[in-house]
């Protein structure tokens, strides 16, 4: 237990003493801890030996992404979102549709015997983007603000707006042997996202209206008020799920309504709950690269690696383009928005959410994201700093 305690935090203090340096380079974060997890895990050199079933897998993965989806929809800017609404809208409303879309006739394309509502859970798992794996895109200064912005609030937002999606898939393949299963599987949608709804606005007026009233009567103390955003997040997750909601919609919502009722008071409250959505991220990446990726069955199959290259290029690419036909962005704008969608912790986790589920071809699906999450970590990683800085010259 001490072993993988000093592994895990070395690997912490490590990244955390050059995060300034790697940043800068194509080497990220998550390229790094999945790297280290490969090496120090059961298949490598064994120094990491954590005594991790599904569930404690699921659990890690479904905190981490609750968080990230709270301090995400919490850091939504509003006020750039309606200055460039046009393309994050054009992105969320038309581009993500047509990559649903896109994702499931490739699948059809190319993994036939396929069921094709797996098709469909495959092309949701891969669909949202990674806000941390475009991070040195969103913050680069050299890429043109629209560019920037619309990046950032399409991966902060995708991610929200797939989960209901992949929980009606996951109701409809629960529900395949019923009678009725649409009509059963619509009901169970309604409910978790009626009652995730419900619990995360509730619950965010709840802790907003003591926030206010704290801040009232000088009640709080500024190393505690800190511990209030991560702890809403897990509140908000944990209760929606407890009454038979989706925590992650509950998250997300109490996260959007937060950031709408405080605004500029958020960024510093939310200082603490990104740098644990940022430690159980990276602690994540070192779990998939450890466990996950070394157990994928099918990981060798060109078509796996087939469809994980058609997923990142035109899958992706190519509704990007229609989305924003007819806007004032250049070819090569619109080129870098389409290629700069990185696969990473929401896919992960996705994954590791339909590994309980009984799916004819749940191995090429598990086998097809670990292939797919780990081109993005490469290839984008790899990519970012030239392409925008390249994009930077041509906008200047």
Not at 37 to 55: E, I
Not at 140 to 164: F, H, K, M, Y
Not at 264 to 271: F, K
Request: glycine share 8%.
């Amino acid at each position: 237990m001490y072993q993988n305690l000093a592994v895990l935090a070395a690997l912490l203090v490590l990244y955390a003493s050059l995060a300034g340096a790697l940043e800068s380079r194509p080497i990220n974060g998550p390229l790094l801890f999945l790297l280290a997890g490969l090496a120090v895990g059961p298949s490598g050199l064994g120094l990491l030996n954590l005594a991790l079933d599904r569930n404690d897998l699921r659990l890690l993965a479904e905190l981490t992404l609750a968080i990230v989806l709270f301090s995400d929809a919490a850091k939504a800017d509003l006020a750039q979102l309606r200055h460039y609404r046009s393309l994050p809208l054009r992105l969320l409303t038309i581009g993500l549709p047509l990559t649903l879309i896109a994702g499931w006739f490739a699948a059809w394309l190319i993994f036939p015997q396929m069921p094709w509502l797996e098709m469909a859970l495959l092309a949701t798992i891969l669909a949202p983007t990674d806000a941390a794996l475009g991070k040195a895109v969103v913050s680069n200064p050299e890429v043109p603000a629209n560019v920037r912005e619309s990046l950032n609030v399409e991966s902060g937002l995708n991610d929200g707006i797939c989960v209901p999606v992949l929980l009606l898939l996951l109701a409809l393949v629960t529900e395949a042997h019923s009678t009725v299963p649409f009509a059963l599987a619509g009901y169970l949608f309604l409910e978790e996202l009626g009652v995730g709804v419900l619990t995360g606005v509730a619950l965010a007026l709840l802790v907003g209206g003591l926030l206010r009233l704290s801040q009232r009567h000088c009640l709080q103390i500024e190393a505690w008020q800190q511990l209030v955003m991560p702890a809403l997040a897990l509140l908000s997750f944990a209760c929606a799920q407890a009454l038979g909601g989706s925590g992650f919609i509950a998250a997300f919502c109490a996260g959007l309504l937060t950031g709408c009722r405080f605004k500029q008071e958020t960024q510093p409250l939310l200082a603490t709950g990104e740098s644990c959505a940022e430690a159980l991220s990276l602690l994540t990446w070192v779990v998939f690269g450890a466990y996950v990726a070394p157990k994928a069955s099918q990981i060798l199959s060109p078509s796996v690696w087939f469809y994980a290259l058609s997923s990142l290029s035109l899958v992706r690419m190519l509704p990007v383009w229609i989305s924003l036909s007819g806007s004032a962005l250049t070819a090569e704008s619109r080129l870098f928005i389409g290629w700069f969608g990185p696969r990473g912790l929401a896919s992960i986790v996705f994954a590791v959410l339909v590994l309980d589920a009984q799916l004819q071809e749940g191995a090429t699906i598990i086998a097809t994201t670990i292939a797919c999450v780990m081109l993005s970590v490469v290839l984008h990683g790899m990519s970012a700093l030239p392409g925008a800085r390249r994009l930077g010259r041509s906008a200047e």
